[in-house]
Structures are given as C-alpha cells and as structure tokens.
C-alpha cells in the first residue's frame, strides 16, 4: 500500500522561497515516478516536476530554473524560490508506474492529500 503525505506549505510574500515534503512509505520512490503536481482554484491540474528512480528529473517551462526536486530513500522534496503569485495553488506529490507521460495526471495511481501554498504580491 502506498501513502503519500505531505508538508511544508504555508503563506510567503513574492520573491520568497519554501520547501515541500512528501513522506512515502517504504520502496514507494524506488519503485514509481515520482511528481508534484498543483492546482489553483478553477484550473486544472499541472504537473510541476518530476524525479525518476536514478534521480533524472523533469520541470515544467513555468517553474524551470526556480523548483528543484530531488529525495531521499522515503521523501520526496521540492524546493521552491522565487516564488510569485501565479505559484499559488494546492501542491500535490504522486506516484505512477513507469512508462507514461509525466505530465499527464491520470497516469498517477496515488496522491497524498495535498499542502497549501500562497504567495502574496
């Protein structure tokens, strides 16, 4: 059984920076893609970045050169700076089985239950 739980989020002004967990159980990051994902109100879910099991990573054209992704044996991180309001959203980290786009959310079997992020101009 997979769990995914994150943390870490929380309030910043513009220019900020904060950095998000994802705590998985066991061999979860070993086995599986691993991606954040994120989702302001009204819009649709967005992957944000991706790391796969020998640490090659993936990010999105908007967060390219400011999130960094990166784990360790069971937690998933993302570190986010320069931080702007379009940045807001509820994040999200999932696990998918090897093989599909990442970018695209219905290849994700498992979710942790999400952590706010707001920014502030």
């Known amino acids: 059984q997979v769990h995914l739980v994150e943390s870490g989020g929380g309030s910043v002004q513009a220019g900020g920076s904060l950095r998000l967990s994802c705590a998985a159980s066991?061999?979860?990051?070993?086995?599986?893609?691993m991606a954040w994902f994120r989702q302001a109100p009204g819009k649709e879910r967005e992957a944000v970045a991706g790391i796969n099991r020998i640490d090659i990573t993936d990010y999105a054209e908007s967060v390219k050169g400011r999130f960094a992704i990166s784990k360790d044996e069971n937690t998933l991180y993302l570190q986010m700076n320069s931080l702007n309001t379009e940045d807001t959203a509820m994040y999200y980290c999932?696990?998918?089985?090897?093989?599909?786009?990442?970018?695209?959310?219905?290849?994700?079997?498992?979710w942790g239950q999400g952590t706010q992020v707001t920014v502030s101009s």
């Open positions: 066991a061999n979860t990051l070993f086995k599986y893609y």
């Open positions: 999932a696990a998918a089985p090897y093989g599909g786009s990442w970018l695209s959310a219905s290849e994700y079997n498992y």
